[in-house]
């Protein structure tokens, strides 16, 4: 049905039947049919295009990288795109900070539970909408080359959770024709750049800020080895090294807009998103 790349089928996952949520992890809150509303981390509802910078699916193929529960793999096949959704599986270690004197076996196993409770998410999710997207899973500095050429890659919300983000990019953008989109949050560090402009009266939206708002080429390097904080989070990604990463490969014509999204305990947290296409 899908204008697709001929691909190596093997390396799609077969389909996965759930029967209910209480075998699932919910990243993102949404409404699944036949199961209600179910409470995720983040509550993107509403706000999918701006997420995503406002980008036009219609007729695309795309590779989501770190798709979760499928909250945005349903919005952009509803957009019109034909997705592959490529996370990991329990059959995978979580890219965790090494810190000296952790039990690595025991977290090792809790995270692997915590990633197949977040799989069940998703195909629950992929079944009960009735989707197309296929779900294909390794790390992401392994993406393989049989998914076949894509029109777009995104990254939602997960370069700051992988030891090499650069590494994470380069190894889908060899597959991405068009366009990759990566969202994250806004560097704590340089919210002094955006404080003085920000729109009170849409609080929801901000897209036009001046160009120093990019914040400097950095990457805020996160664990603090004196309590062992941020054991899945590596780095603050501002959006010029966004842009630098992108533009390295070949992705050099990028638009940033930013936006905020509610997350658990009712916190408004901003974020950036950067559309880059093919100089």
Known sequence: MWGKDKANQSVYAPPREVAGVDDCYFYHTMDIPGHG??????????????????????????LE???????????MERAGADVVAYDLSEDHSWDTVPFDGSDFDQLDKERREHIRRLNNGWWLNRNANNLSAQAVYGTVYTV?????????????????HVRDPFLAVQTAARLVRETII?????????FHLVQPQLNSADPEMVTELPEESFGENKM??????????????WWQLSPTTVNRFLGILGFTETEVTYHFAPSRGNSRTMLYTVVAHRG
């Open 37 to 62: 509303v179910v409470t995720g981390e983040w509550d993107l509802r509403g706000r999918e295009d701006i997420y995503l910078g406002g980008f036009d699916f219609t007729g695309k193929r795309v």
């Open 65 to 75: 990288l770190g798709p979760a529960s499928g909250f945005l793999t349903r919005y």
């Open 144 to 160: 393989p080359e049989a998914i076949g050429q894509v029109d777009v890659a995104t990254f939602a919300s997960i370069l700051i």
């Open 182 to 190: 990566v969202t994250d949050i806004y560097p704590a560090t340089d």
């Open 220 to 233: 805020v390097f996160m664990p603090q080895y004196w309590d062992k904080a941020y054991v899945d989070t």
